[in-house]
């Protein structure tokens, strides 16, 4: 029993609409036929294809505001709702107040506990080791969580070996950063490599955080490159993906990509789309961004 995480930032529930949400524009034909041809949006909110089922998340946890990054993805990978027990959403990072609650409750921390294998497949650069190491702590939820639950977090080398995968999906940007000899490769490839990544563990994280760059650049072109991209390596991984042996989950944190006419996040729910094993059984659980690392420890 394994699961593959697909966590892509800043992608809301929005109305059908080209004018305005990319997913109405982008070339997905991957995505469409992993949900039977159909887009999740306002108006279609749940519902159920032959590989998939689609449930919308509340985002916005009860908490008057926008939704933030940095509570968002606290609730999403702890299960404890961290914009009430702060009184506010707050974003991109999380607040130090937060720090304990991610050390003591992330997803791989309760998965560890269990003997459960867990990888975050996303690399990193050296910049990003240079900065830990000078003891700042402006971390994301993902990479605190790795941090303070002993996660190997993944560099350049494990890239090379393509035993992780860039956070670009195709190492476009890894030449700037200091490393002209790392080939840039398909998003297919990227989308296989994923794949054979979880064949390894039986939990595997993968975070897109260009969807909610996207959002903010409200750029049409930008922003439906950036969808394309990722649908392209959905595909390579749902190429050898095991429905009777694995569970794909895709989610977000908050809004944003799918409303261009404002550079803010939305307070729109964000789809939760889950293929292969026990889909109807997580489908009929989950509701809002606190419902899915329980799930997802109780699954495994």
């Not at 949006?41 to 990054?69: H, I, K």
């Not at 993902?142 to 977090?153: D, F, K, M, R, Y």
């Not at 930008?222 to 595909?235: H, I, K, P, S, Y």
Request: glycine share 8%; charged share 20%; hydrophobic share 40%.
């Amino acid at each position: 029993m394994r699961v593959i995480f697909l966590f892509l930032d800043g992608v809301g529930l929005g109305k059908a609409d080209p004018a305005v949400n990319p997913l109405f524009t982008a070339r997905l034909p991957h995505f469409r036929s992993l949900l039977g041809g159909k887009i999740p949006y306002l108006g279609l909110r749940r519902f159920s294809s032959d590989r998939a089922e689609v449930v919308p998340l509340n985002a916005t946890l009860r908490v008057a505001g926008l939704p933030q990054s940095g509570t968002g993805q606290a609730a999403l990978f702890t299960g404890v709702n961290a914009s009430k027990l702060i009184g506010r959403h707050f974003g991109p990072y999380p607040p130090s107040t937060l720090h304990s609650l991610i050390r003591e409750q992330n997803i791989f921390k309760q998965l560890k506990a269990k003997g459960r294998s867990v990888c975050f497949s996303n690399a990193f650069p050296k910049q990003f080791f240079d900065y830990v190491a000078s003891g700042k702590r402006r971390l994301s939820v993902t990479t605190l969580s790795c941090q303070n639950a002993g996660v190997e977090i993944l560099d350049a080398e494990a890239l090379g070996r393509d035993e992780a995968v860039s956070a670009d999906i195709t190492r476009g940007r890894w030449p700037e950063l200091g490393y002209p000899d790392l080939p840039v490769i398909t998003p297919r490839d990227a989308g296989r490599h994923l794949w054979n990544i979880s064949q390894k563990h039986a939990f595997t994280l993968f975070e897109y955080w260009l969807t909610d760059y996207a959002g903010h650049g409200r750029g049409v072109t930008t922003a439906v490159e950036v969808l394309e991209r990722f649908d392209g390596m959905l595909g390579g991984l749902l190429e050898d993906f095991a429905p009777k042996e694995c569970t794909l989950i895709l989610t977000s944190d908050h809004g944003n990509i799918e409303d261009l006419s404002t550079k803010s996040h939305t307070r729109n729910p964000v789809p939760c789309i889950i293929s292969g094993r026990k889909r109807q059984e997580l489908s009929a659980i989950l509701r809002s961004l606190t419902d899915v690392t329980p799930a997802l420890v109780s699954l495994l």
